[in-house]
């Protein structure tokens, strides 16, 4: 029998605004694999504290909820990662998470593993996925994940996007998706 794939879904938002509602929205409409979504701000995720010690094995120093999210993200097949854009970059969540995902680099855990990145700014959506892409660029490369799709959306304001407004966008996502399953 075929094993089902695996989906996580990982917020970088520290509340529950618009890049959550995009996720949410996302995770309904998958089928066909197995699926979670996590929520950075429901965890406990200390600072990397560039100790090196996850490169000479595959496994943070530092005890915390980070722990439990590189088991989870090691058995997914497809990641989803979205964040809002502060600044033109991505939230301090998101930078702390992608700081903390150093154990994967030198055991090389996560390569080919596709990925796919959602963004969400109040500016204009060229510059926002001009400017994330930068932020992402060195976490794609290094851990050698296969960028499947980025997404863009604009809204500043919490409850700004609404489900029928981006319906199009959902569904594109979903079928670069569903293929990559």
Excluded: W
Aim: hydrophobic share 40%; net charge positive; charged share 30%.
């Amino acid at each position: 029998m075929k094993q089902q794939k695996k989906i996580l879904i990982i917020s970088g938002s520290p509340r529950s605004g618009n890049t959550e509602f995009v996720l949410k929205e996302i995770f309904k409409k998958i089928d066909g694999a197995e699926k979670e979504i996590i929520f950075l701000r429901d965890k406990k995720i200390g600072i990397c504290r560039g100790c090196l010690a996850c490169h000479h094995r595959p496994v943070c120093a530092i005890k915390d909820d980070m722990n439990q999210v590189l088991d989870k993200m090691a058995e997914a097949d497809i990641l989803i990662l979205g964040t809002p854009n502060y600044f033109d970059n991505v939230s301090g969540l998101m930078k702390n998470f992608i700081d903390r995902c150093h154990p994967f680099y030198r055991e090389e855990l996560l390569r080919g593993k596709k990925v796919f990145l959602v963004y969400v700014g109040g500016g204009e959506k060229q510059g926002t996925t001009k400017y994330l892409n930068l932020a992402f660029f060195g976490f794609v490369k290094y851990l050698k994940l296969k960028l499947i799709g980025v997404c863009s959306f604009q809204a500043l304001k919490a409850g700004e996007l609404k489900s029928e407004n981006i319906a199009k966008e959902i569904e594109k996502i979903i079928k670069i998706v569903k293929k990559a399953i």
